[in-house]
């Protein structure tokens, strides 16, 4: 279980937690949690003296990821917050912001980010061999990850009805 900490409290628990022996950084990472409008952030510490570990939560708004960086902490850091950074678009105060990949932009990893080059090329594997391009119900069928562009289209989709499309669910329009 992780143990939440407030965002703007994050970088006093971590040095807390290097203070009481969790000296080994073994992860650094983030979730969307789209449904809640938030970014959780995931931060896991190892005590290498009596091998227990510590995870350390916090959330960030996902309209302003910013979070105080820990990378004088641990040099390790450094590297895993650029990530996070590439693939969340959390920006870590004080850290390194170049990317470490060269993609299309925004974080590929938020649920409601469009994955480009799914959505403009045919994806191998959509069908089996011999099926139609249609579903049975005539619905046209897209690749996994690429939301309905009726969706897309609509000005009042939230980023959770995006990432709902993009799974095959069908989203209720309002009206």
Known sequence: MAEMVAADRWRERVIGACDEGYGFLNNLTAIDEIADDKIRVLLRLENVDDHTSL?????????????????????????????VHDFFGVEFLGNDQRPLIVHDGGAPLRKDALLTPRVEKRWPGALEPGESQAAPSGRKLLPAGVPDPAVLDDPEATPADIALSATGTRVRRRR
């Open 55 to 83: 995870v350390l939560a916090t959330e960030v708004p996902r309209d302003e990821p910013r979070l105080a960086g820990i990378a004088d902490v641990f040099a390790g850091a450094s590297w895993l917050q650029r990530q």
